[in-house]
């Protein structure tokens, strides 16, 4: 039986095309083993997110922590860009699970209408190009969040998520700490993992230490909510490591973040107090144990004046910058651009080359919204994570009301890991940073998930 030529002719183009494929990627390797890598995982990467899209989102979870390593290179948006076009096709038909949701829940309006006030601020900016910059970084950050809120839909493809996000972390931390030996930097090459002896890998130590901080509740909420026990052990572990790498950061902000995290936890988590309590004396024990071992570390983190970097002075411009422009701001990333015009007004400032000769973000979100785009843009953003928080704590009462402690234990954990990012974010300008954004989606899916009486069978489950 012969096959017909048309038939002959595709067998013959996916054959050449494989073989092209192989050849690109063996001569990455051998003149840019980074780049080879990227193509290899690139040739893996899209026919999954087309045919499995959750099981694509597990893989990328882990990328938004290391998003920032030169190593990774453009491997993130590539990704983004796949997973994005993956996701515009589950949207389409009318029984569609993904666009059910997005009508289903007011949390998708505020997004939308807090990324659409943020793109008018653009008439009034300054600087097109940088709130051009700043408007496709928060559409890109909603985007991320409605595609994780919208494709899981059962508890597993939840759970391997948050485990995806545990690892990530998990794997920045890795790359951190064996890069440095758990000791200051001591050379130019370290300072892709290391600044000033803190640990970054790649990204700010203080946004790394904000992205930690909920991942260590998260490993303890799969911890509670899980029978495996080797998985407990490898959560428990994680979280171990996790907790050293948040003392290795430095991060006043990311410490300050875990110590109120702590504190809504036994608020919120009354069935497990006790075993809140015994992690809570673990993790002070390891951070006590990584501060003995670098006393520079402590020295920074009980400095209060901050430790000369400015972060007060950028305050108080951006106030002063909010009550001259309260409604509308000076428009969105026109922060940066309109702040040296208020540093001659009354009052001490002792870092004003951080303002003037090299402007710097506010280090503080609710500030920089206020700043530019007013209270209306920072009242809007406020209501959108009130949603999210609202959805994981309505979460957790309906998974108790299902007979199901596990999910209701995991639901609080990401309840708390939110609040854990709401006061990071009073320390660093993260509005948009990646990993708060795929919680706030996967936060999303949770209330979605725990409404339904059943997961909700879909052809691309995991």
């Given amino acids: 039986m ?7 002719s595709r067998h013959v183009l996916v054959v050449l095309a494989g073989i092209g494929a192989a050849g690109m990627c063996g001569l990455l390797m051998a003149v840019r083993p980074a780049a080879g890598v990227g193509f290899a995982f690139a040739l893996m990467f899209v026919p999954l997110a087309f045919y499995n899209l959750p099981a694509a989102l597990v893989l990328i979870a882990p990328i938004a922590f290391i998003r920032s390593l030169p190593a990774v290179w453009v491997g993130p948006t590539f990704a983004f860009a796949v997973v994005l076009m993956a996701w515009i096709g589950t949207l389409s038909g009318r029984q569609s699970p993904a666009t059910g949701r997005l009508t289903r829940w007011r949390g998708v309006w505020l997004i939308a209408v807090t990324v659409v006030w943020l793109a008018l601020t653009i008439v009034w900016v300054q600087d097109g190009h940088a709130a051009t910059k700043e408007i496709v970084n928060w559409c890109v950050a909603a ?3 409605l595609i994780y809120f919208t494709t899981l839909l059962n ?3 939840l759970r391997l998520v948050l485990g995806g996000f545990v690892f990530g972390a998990l794997l920045a931390v890795s790359i951190g700490l064996l890069s440095t030996g758990l000791r200051p930097a001591s050379s130019a090459l370290e300072t892709a993992t290391y600044t000033e002896g803190r640990l970054q890998a790649g990204a700010d130590p203080n946004y790394l230490a904000a992205g930690l901080v909920p991942a260590i509740l998260l490993a303890g909420g799969l911890i509670a909510s899980t029978r495996s026990i080797l998985y407990r052990w490898v959560l428990t572990l994680s979280a171990a490591i996790l907790t050293i790498g948040l003392a290795a950061t430095q991060s006043r902000g990311g410490l300050l973040a875990a110590i109120a995290a702590a504190i809504v936890a036994l608020c919120v988590m009354r069935r497990h107090r006790l075993q809140v309590t015994g992690a809570m004396a673990v993790a002070i024990g390891l951070i006590g144990f990584w501060l003995a071992i670098s006393p520079g570390a402590f020295a920074r983190i009980s400095n209060a004046d901050g430790g000369g970097n400015g972060r007060g002075d950028l305050w108080t411009v951006a106030w002063r910058v909010f009550e001259d422009h309260p409604a509308q701001g000076v428009g969105l990333g026109g922060f940066e651009q309109a702040s040296a015009s ?6 001490q400032l002792t870092n004003v080359e951080l303002i003037v000769d090299r402007p710097h973000v506010v ?8 700043a530019e785009t007013g209270v209306v843009g920072l009242v809007l953003y406020l209501a959108a994570l009130s949603a999210f928080l609202a959805a994981s704590w309505q979460s957790a009462r309906l998974f108790d009301a299902r007979g199901d402690p596990g999910l209701a234990t995991l639901a609080r954990s990401m309840f708390v890991s939110q609040i854990s990012i709401m006061v990071a974010l009073f320390f660093i300008s993260g509005a948009t940073t990646a990993p708060f954004w795929v919680l706030y989606g996967v936060g999303g899916a949770m209330l979605m998930i725990a409404r339904a009486p059943h997961s909700i069978p879909y052809p691309e489950a995991l």
Avoid at 363 to 370: A, D, I, W
């Fill in 342 to 347: 208020y540093v001659l007004q009354p009052g």
């Fill in 143 to 145: 985007l991320l969040a």
């Fill in 2 to 8: 012969t096959l017909p030529a048309w038939r002959v």
């Fill in 363 to 370: 280090h503080n979100t609710y500030l920089q919204l206020l």
């Fill in 155 to 157: 508890e597993r493809q």
